[in-house]
């Protein structure tokens, strides 16, 4: 085996890591989607009884652009750990050609760990997006934070606080893999 190349029996871990990812940016898309089905600019969306206290169209300009760029990030994402699937599947069928080598691929340690690093990423900055988005679909229906909504906050804090904490427990377990 070559210096740089994945250990061989390392390939289904890859695999079903790659899996994972695109597992979860196709529900996360599906969210998007959900979200962006929605109209902010009903009249009936607000929860809020004081005019004061409903969200300008800013705020609704900037739900649908925090879905679109959590759209583009997930789909990115996406295609860079289709491709690294592909990019294994490749090399286990170049290098053995029987049907029976499942487990069997020599592939580029660092091409891998760099396409790992990069389907991370996109992944990190749609969930940014999309808590950013869910942040401005509170704002349009329980009240903008100017007005000190006790529903409004004890909406956005948990998603505060738990998203970011989710995404460094997966930044940090990603650079743990990138580094073994």
């Not at 942040?135 to 505060?160: E, R």
Request: with cysteine; glycine share 8%.
């Amino acid at each position: 085996m070559s210096e740089g190349a994945v250990p061989k029996l390392g390939t289904t871990i890859h695999i079903t890591a790659l899996d994972g990812i695109i597992n979860v940016n196709s529900l996360f898309t599906f969210a998007v989607f959900i979200g962006l089905a929605w109209n902010p600019h009903d009249q009936g969306n607000s929860l809020s009884d004081n005019q004061s206290c409903i969200a300008g169209p800013k705020v609704a300009e900037d739900l649908v652009a925090f879905h679109v760029y959590s759209f583009s990030c997930f789909l990115f994402s996406s295609l860079i750990a289709l491709c690294l699937k592909q990019a294994i599947r490749l090399a286990k069928s170049a290098h053995f050609p029987t049907v029976f080598s499942v487990d069997l691929a020599l592939i580029n340690r660092n091409a891998l760990r760099v396409g790992y690093l990069v389907s991370a990423a996109g992944s990190v900055c749609g969930s940014v997006c999309l808590m950013l988005a869910l942040i401005n679909m509170v704002q349009i229906k329980l009240g903008v934070f100017g007005c000190g909504s006790k529903h409004t906050y004890g909406a956005v804090i948990p998603l505060v606080i738990f998203v970011p904490l989710g995404l460094l427990i997966y930044v940090c377990t990603v650079f743990y893999a990138f580094t073994r």
